[in-house]
Nanobody
Framework: QLQLVESGGGLVQPGGSLRLSCAVS????????IGWFRQAPGKEREGVSC????????KYTDSAKGRFTISRDNAKNTVYLQMNSLKPEDTAVYYC???????????????????WGQGTQVTVSS
């Protein structure tokens, strides 16, 4: 069974950077896409970025464009989310999720993702 483990969250000052990692295990092939989602208290879950199984299709939500970079290292079975110029409004629990059925990069809906990590807290505050 596919397992996802996020790491790299923490407390950072505005303007700082963090790199989140999503380690994938229990899947013998690379035929899965990964999406990063976040949920702040009292708000709906929103898609931040995604990358398809080949790394050829990448998407970002508008607020992440120019600040966040998603990448994947299939040799390490890990997907990264480099977050720069962080703002207080980026504060949320960040989740990675995998679509092992179609391997699509979709941000508008999280329902196609069949496996989820436990989340990692990102807090941007001075």
């Amino acid at each position: 069974q596919l397992q996802l483990v996020e790491s790299g969250g923490g407390l950072v000052q505005p303007g700082g950077s963090l790199r989140l990692s999503c380690a994938v295990s229990g899947f013998s092939e690379d035929d899965y896409s990964i999406g990063w989602f976040r949920q702040a208290p009292g708000k709906e879950r929103e898609g931040v970025s995604c990358i398809d199984k080949n790394g050829s299709n990448i998407k970002y939500t508008d607020s992440a464009k120019g600040r966040f970079t998603i990448s994947r290292d299939n040799a390490k079975n890990t997907v990264y989310l480099q977050m720069n110029s962080l703002k207080p409004e980026d504060t949320a629990v960040y989740y990675c999720a995998a679509d092992t059925v179609f391997g699509l990069c979709v941000l508008k809906s999280f329902r196609g993702y069949d496996s989820w990590g436990q989340g990692t807290q990102v807090t941007v505050s001075s």
